[in-house]
């Protein structure tokens, strides 16, 4: 916003004729953020980045949950989370402050990994995992299934023997 500013003299009812003009502009505070990486697996680092632009001054920065940062007061902390975390980072500069959320998607592992034997064909369900938008099947060390969008899948025709599964989103 612009804005333009005059001055007079006022004395007795009379006024003087007005002084040359000045002009300001005034700024909002403007409050940006990323997360480098913005997903990530449970138990990852990620660092949160926050920007504030149209500032006059020297920027704090605060964020909240503080107790999950390293450095809850500086325009980048790095955090290590097991589940999707939203921040608010608020930064003040002056009189100004603005405020602003970033969310970090956290994948987890799928959980209740059930297998149900028919001859030799083995089906394998599991929860959903939030966020997953596919799935992974292992029998031991071998991919079985490289790529499923549901949480589940039949290994088929499977050799006698005994297997470990798992499932990786």
Known sequence: NLYDYYVTSVYEGKESAM???????????????????GFIVAG??????ATATDAYGEVSYSWEPAE???NPH?????TILNETTTFTVTATCGSQMAT????????????NLIATVDGNNVT?????VESAYCYK?????????SYTETPSFVDENVPDGE???????
Do not use: H, M
Not at 44 to 49: G, H, I, K, S, V
Not at 74 to 78: I, K, L
């Open 68 to 70: 999950l940062l390293d």
């Open 19 to 37: 002084s040359e003009g000045t002009s300001i502009t005034v700024l909002e505070l403007k409050l940006s953020t990323f997360a480098n990486p």
């Open 44 to 49: 990852d680092t990620t660092t949160l980045f």
């Open 124 to 128: 394998l369900t599991w929860e959903t």
């Open 137 to 145: 099947v292992l029998r031991g060390d071998y991919v079985v299934c």
């Open 163 to 169: 297997y470990c599964y798992t499932v990786n989103a």
């Open 74 to 78: 500086s325009s980048f902390t790095q």
């Open 100 to 111: 602003a959320t970033l969310t970090v998607n956290v994948l987890t592992r799928p959980e």
